[in-house]
């Protein structure tokens, strides 16, 4: 069983469109996370959220849009998609324990983007 | 602000060389230190991991780490790698208190046979 999963693998786009990209998690975990890692591997936070409260918002443009239905799935919206878009975006999970600390976190496969 | 430091971006070993890859952070309070591992188009996965107590951690695959407080450091080591360990390796922070984890920029390790 897949414990973190990421929908498509796989998204080649074209300027200005809008697209999502579907994460899901059945490890129980109460946390979710979503990455970006750039073309020098370079990986940085866009968000977190916890119980399916937006937790980490980082300097993260607003076409950019989590969504979180349930503590299971956390998915990202893209609006108007630009060429500096074109990454690898990973989503990860982790069990809160209630310390603000960070634990374990488990990625997915990720997503890779492609913005013509 | 917390930053973490990879000081080798790129490190070439031949097979049953020895390995150390240096970490280190900045952040005077206490931390939660990770080793995670990406093999090419692979997802990231944990190598190891430290919290509390002993500071010589033991992780998968034959691979170790030291947190030394008094240096910021948390560098990866492995005695003798083989040609499977290539792949990407990132060190993280998370500072205790903080609900973020702060990734390195990462060391590509090339192990040739």
């Known amino acids: 069983d897949t414990a973190v999963s990421q929908t498509p693998k796989y998204l080649v786009t074209q300027m200005g469109n809008d697209k999502s990209i579907k994460c899901e998690q059945n490890?129980?975990?109460?946390?979710m996370y979503w990455y970006k890692q750039d073309s020098k591997k370079f990986l940085k936070i866009m968000f977190s959220?916890?119980?399916?409260?937006?937790?980490i918002n980082e300097t993260v443009p607003n076409r950019f849009s989590p969504k979180s239905p349930d503590k299971a799935h956390l998915n990202l919206h893209i609006n108007s998609l630009e060429l500096g878009d074109s990454a690898v975006y990973f989503c990860?999970?982790?069990?809160?324990?209630?310390?603000?600390?960070?634990?374990?976190?488990?990625f997915g496969p990720g997503t890779r983007l492609l913005v013509l | 602000a917390q930053s973490v430091s990879q000081h080798n971006h790129h490190v070439i070993l031949s097979e049953a060389a020895s390995l150390e890859l240096g970490c280190n952070y900045s952040?005077?309070?206490?931390?939660?230190l990770f080793w995670y591992v990406q093999y090419p188009g692979q997802h990231l996965q944990l190598l190891l991991k430290?919290?509390?107590?002993?500071?010589l951690v033991k992780g998968i695959k034959g691979f170790e780490a030291e947190f030394i407080k008094s240096k910021f450091s948390f560098n990866l080591r492995k005695p003798s790698v083989q040609w499977s360990d290539t792949a990407e390796y990132f060190c993280?922070?998370?500072?205790?208190?903080?609900?973020?984890?702060?990734f390195g920029a990462g060391t590509r390790l090339a192990v040739h046979p």
């Open positions: 430290y919290f509390s107590g002993d500071p």
């Open positions: 993280a922070v998370n500072a205790r208190g903080y609900n973020k984890l702060i």
């Open positions: 490890l129980g975990h109460d946390t």
């Open positions: 990860a999970s982790s069990q809160d324990r209630g310390s603000r600390s960070v634990e374990t976190q488990y």
């Open positions: 952040y005077g309070g206490t931390v939660n």
């Open positions: 959220y916890n119980n399916k409260e937006l937790i």
